[in-house]
């Protein structure tokens, strides 16, 4: 199994190209097959984000994950077979967490790098990180995603293991270790903190003006529906985490101005660790007056993702915020499930229905679009206007009548 230094920044994450990678998931006792199936579709999105390539596929089920290999020995050597048969392959990534022990054993067993869901993730999101805040946060998770994994992590004690504590100089290293560690943990955190009460300055120098912010799940097409709306140039791409830092413009729809954000996107089985870290940036969101939420219409679990979002916009208090909810990508919708001879009023009717029920069962108004055709962006942007003119005539009265 490789070292692992400290010190030595080349040692994390993915190459960036050249990758080939298997994807490993369990489907534990009573969880869909199908759920299971739709993580591992979007484990292998989030792999190629970061630079692998997918070329095979492996599923279990057991009761609960083995303490050591987390797969069962029979499809560990299954997995192993196909490694030997593909010399491509030098990657293997788990749906789910490992300890640092279960990933030693994995990389003992078959000699190529091991990588699990959340160290996939962390990877994409040092890669993204442009700004300082962002490059901060990213540096804590990976931080505290490693400090209890250090013990699995330094291999050369396995071979010096004494007695029942591996006492002798080992041991020690290990604790050196988790003190830099820790002291770095503590130093990352001062910084933030110092980050959020610029941030926290700035923010409050602009709140005169009411604040909407974009949230979404990854990849629902935050990005270029702000370029659409503020007519500006935010980095956009179809990969997962395309944007980490929040960006804020000024936009003005007629007269009336307002400051438009746009922020991270959010993601099932997103590390806690991660989440804790980008809370400031999610900050934004918080003191938002309006939320848009956009959703990817045209993936086959938009309706879970919506509530992936709004369980992680509960977490952060700002659930019961005026929302409005931006179904994206409706000319993706049609091409996938409407008959190209499909009458255009029968589809019409059918997408009315399909408003409808989401607007039940949400609970929030809504409204189709495409960000790519521009399809419905008038509409959206009346919507926007009412709602946004709304919040300024609770807050200035006297101000909005020079509109």
Do not use: C
């Not at 490694?83 to 030693?104: A, H, P, R, S, Y």
Request: charged share 30%.
């Amino acid at each position: 199994m490789a070292e692992w230094n400290l010190g030595e920044k080349d040692r994390k994450g993915l190459k960036k190209q050249g990758e080939s990678a298997i994807l490993v998931g369990i489907i534990r006792e009573g969880q869909p097959e199908a759920m299971v199936k739709e993580y591992l579709a979007e484990l292998e999105f989030l792999a190629m984000t970061a630079g692998a390539t997918t070329k095979k596929i492996f599923t279990q089920k057991l009761k609960q994950p083995h303490p050591k290999t987390f797969i069962g020995s029979g499809k560990l050597q299954e997995v192993l077979e196909y490694i030997e048969n593909n010399e491509e392959i030098n990657l293997v990534i788990f749906d789910d967490d490992l300890t640092g022990k279960q990933t030693g054993i994995l990389e003992e067993e078959l000699k190529v790098k091991i990588v699990d869901r959340s160290s996939l993730i962390l990877d994409i999101f040092a890669n993204r990180a442009q700004t300082a805040q962002a490059k901060t946060q990213v540096e804590l998770a990976q931080m505290q995603y490693m400090l209890p994994r250090l013990r699995g992590l330094w291999t050369h004690l396995e071979r010096q293991r004494g007695g029942i504590g591996m006492r002798g100089p080992g041991e020690k290293e290990i604790e050196t270790d988790r003190r830099i560690v820790r002291d770095q943990i503590s130093f990352l955190k001062k910084k933030l903190a110092k980050i959020d009460q610029q941030n926290s300055t700035r923010r409050k120098n602009r709140d005169q003006m009411i604040r909407v912010a974009l949230v979404g799940y990854t990849n629902a097409g935050k990005s270029t529906l702000m370029n659409l709306l503020s007519k500006s140039d935010v980095f956009a791409e179809d990969k997962l985490f395309a944007t980490l830092d929040t960006t804020v413009r000024k936009v003005v729809f007629g007269r009336m101005p307002f400051l438009l954000s746009d922020t991270v996107g959010f993601i099932r089985k997103l590390p806690h660790h991660l989440v804790e870290s980008f809370k400031s940036t999610l900050d934004e969101v918080k003191e938002s007056d309006l939320l848009i939420h956009v959703v990817d219409l045209a993936h086959p679990q938009f309706e879970d993702h919506l509530k992936t979002v709004n369980a992680t916009l509960n977490d952060l208090e700002a659930y019961d915020k005026p929302t409005l909810i931006v179904f994206n990508k409706i000319d993706q919708y049609r091409d996938r499930y409407f008959d190209k001879y499909l009458e255009t009023e029968t589809q019409e009717d059918l997408l009315g229905e399909l408003k409808q029920r989401l607007k039940n069962t949400f609970e929030y108004d809504n409204i189709f679009v495409s960000a790519i055709t521009k399809e419905n962006i008038p509409t959206l942007r009346t919507e926007m206007e009412k709602l946004i003119r709304g919040l300024y005539e609770k807050r200035y009265p006297y101000q909005v009548k020079h509109w």
